[in-house]
């Protein structure tokens, strides 16, 4: 079971609620590309269609890192809407109960026609904070002067503080891809995502999720996040 629930209840979002948010966690993503860099996909097998669409494609040294989600086996709101999202596109859902999320994602991109042969496989981690450390433990960051990290426009901020807590002599960066519902209209970028009830569930869970696992040491906060969770906090309390 999670620590910390996907979808869980928001605080009334005043407009200065979600400015801090927006700009908390929807920062701006790396654009420029060096030849040493290895590119790590973050997987969250709900946006396989949205995570293969903004796909930096120039990027040649590819990791995949996520292993089975025990959290699957559960039966709540969160699951539902994943498992909803995962077959919508004829996928099976018993695929997430056989296969790590690692191979899932391969297979998506490997349907849609790019060459993979080359991409490395971490199939253990089951969280952001076991991403990086089974992959340094396998060896695969041997040799990389630069880490781009790929994962969903709002977990940028807590995957790179991630990274740097476990790799603390890495060069790291971030690339977000836009998660969609698209039969609900919910884009979640920083334009749209208090507008819907659910992306804002979503959103939110990211905001406790930054505050929580850093106060139990997984990361240290940098100075603007840190003043921003205080401004967040001073402005709820309103």
């Not at 790396?30 to 973050?42: C, G, N, P, V």
């Not at 040491?217 to 996040?225: A, C, R, V, Y």
Request: no cysteine; net charge neutral.
């Amino acid at each position: 079971m999670r620590d910390i629930s996907k979808l869980p209840n928001t605080p009334v979002l005043s407009e200065e609620i979600v400015r801090i948010i927006t700009v908390m966690l929807f920062i701006k993503s790396k654009t420029s590309l060096e030849a040493d860099s290895l590119l790590q996909i973050m997987g969250n097998i709900a946006f396989l269609p949205d995570m293969v669409r903004d796909f930096p494609s120039a990027y040649k040294n590819v990791l995949i890192s996520g292993g089975k989600n025990p959290n699957y086996k559960e039966n709540n709101q969160e699951v539902g809407l994943v498992k909803q999202l995962y077959t919508a596109t004829g996928n099976d859902w018993n695929d997430v109960f056989e296969k790590s999320e690692a191979e899932i994602i391969k297979g998506e991109f490997d349907k849609k026609g790019f060459d993979t042969t080359a991409w490395k496989l971490e199939r253990e981690s089951t969280n952001v904070k076991e991403n990086f450390e089974k992959v340094k433990s396998t060896g695969f960051y041997n040799g990389v002067e630069k880490l781009v990290i790929y994962t969903t426009n709002e977990s940028m901020v807590r995957a790179k503080l991630t990274a740097q807590s476990v790799l603390d002599d890495k060069n790291i960066d971030v690339v977000g891809y836009t998660p969609t519902i698209a039969s609900m209209g919910i884009k979640v970028d920083a334009e749209n995502w208090a507008k819907n009830p659910l992306s804002a569930q979503y959103v939110w869970g990211e905001v406790l999720r930054l505050k929580n696992y850093s106060d139990r040491g997984d990361f240290k906060l940098d100075g603007p996040t840190s003043f921003l969770l205080y401004k967040l906090s001073k402005a709820i309390e309103k």
